[in-house]
């Protein structure tokens, strides 16, 4: 097993001792023991989404020699940055049709401005990728989610968001199965205050896709659980089989597969022109990306991203 511990700038070690060393984000101060990466700066970590460090280094560790162990810290659930519980929800399912598992254990929440959150993440090596096709959405068959608040917020304000998430959700979906839960985070697995939402639509094709919201000093709670309903109705009105913060986060899968990928997104965000560009300098794999022609599609702003693979193999394997 190889264990590292990684921030909002890490560098992680991949295979062996004799393994590459790659710097995974930022420009922290880490050093670099064996297998085992060290921070010499606040060991709360950052507040700004600490955990994304584990889908940067998630295409490392999956072909290196042995099972690895990714310890992040920071926040969790913090502006800026996809909710750790995005990860589970929707990216963890999602991620893993391509051939791989992992596991995301939530040791500690933590939220903006102090950080303070602690997951652990294990990902056992593979062979090789394969592709995805992600372009039949199908309809939406149940909505779920889960309300929360940590710290001194008292429990009122996550029933009163899932509650406004429901009723705004009910206007479009008036038979459906919707369950949001409000949840008081337990004070020995949160670090500060904080409060918000996040929502999934899961689809009969097996799609997810979310809306989601932080609480804000001077925002009402009201505010926080409609702003999430609203984010995952304007995602699922795109007509898109992926959301929008998932779109970009597959690209490196479709990069390293082997074979042909197909996503159907709504609008081409930014992050994911970006992650295109430097899959294909980097890998030199080949993307092309479309307009939908699909029927139904003519009024929506909707795309297919097609990748063909470098088939990436795992020398240890």
Aim: hydrophobic share 40%; proline share 5%.
């Amino acid at each position: 097993m190889q264990y590292f511990d990684l921030k909002a700038s890490a560098l992680i070690r991949t295979g062996d001792d004799s393994g590459p060393v790659r710097r995974a984000a930022g420009g922290g101060r880490h050093r670099l023991h064996g297998d085992h990466v060290h921070s010499r700066e606040d060991p709360r970590g950052e507040p700004h989404g600490g955990h994304q460090d584990g889908r940067v280094s998630l295409p490392c560790v999956l072909f290196a020699a042995a099972p690895s162990d990714l310890r992040l810290r920071g926040g969790t659930n913090a502006e800026m940055a996809p909710q750790i519980d995005y990860t589970a929800m929707v990216f963890k399912p999602i991620a893993e049709k391509f051939g791989f598992t992992f596991s995301c254990d939530i040791k500690m929440r933590g939220y903006y401005p102090k950080g303070g959150g602690e997951v652990v993440v294990r990902v056992p090596p593979v062979k090789q990728l394969t592709p995805v096709t992600l372009t039949e959405r199908g309809a939406v068959t149940k909505i779920s989610g889960r309300a929360f608040v940590a710290g001194a917020l008292p429990f009122k304000v996550a029933k009163e968001m899932a509650a406004a998430a429901v009723r705004c959700l009910r206007k479009e979906f008036r038979d459906l199965y919707l369950n949001v839960q409000p949840v008081q985070e337990p004070r020995d697995r949160a670090f500060g205050n904080g409060s918000g939402i996040i929502i999934v639509a899961e689809t009969s094709t097996g799609c997810l896709l979310a809306g989601s919201a932080l609480g804000k000093r001077g925002v009402s709670a009201d505010k926080v659980g409609i702003d999430a309903a609203e984010m995952l109705l304007a995602n699922l009105r795109q007509g898109g089989a992926v959301d929008e913060y998932l779109q970009d986060q597959l690209i490196i899968f479709m990069a390293l597969a082997n074979g042909v990928s197909r996503i159907k997104t709504g609008p081409v965000t930014l992050h994911t022109q970006t992650a295109i560009h430097f899959a294909e300098q980097l890998a030199k794999a080949k993307f092309t990306v479309k307009k939908s022609e699909e029927e139904g599609d003519a009024s929506r702003d909707a795309y297919i991203i097609e990748c063909q693979g470098i088939a990436m193999t795992n020398p240890h394997l």
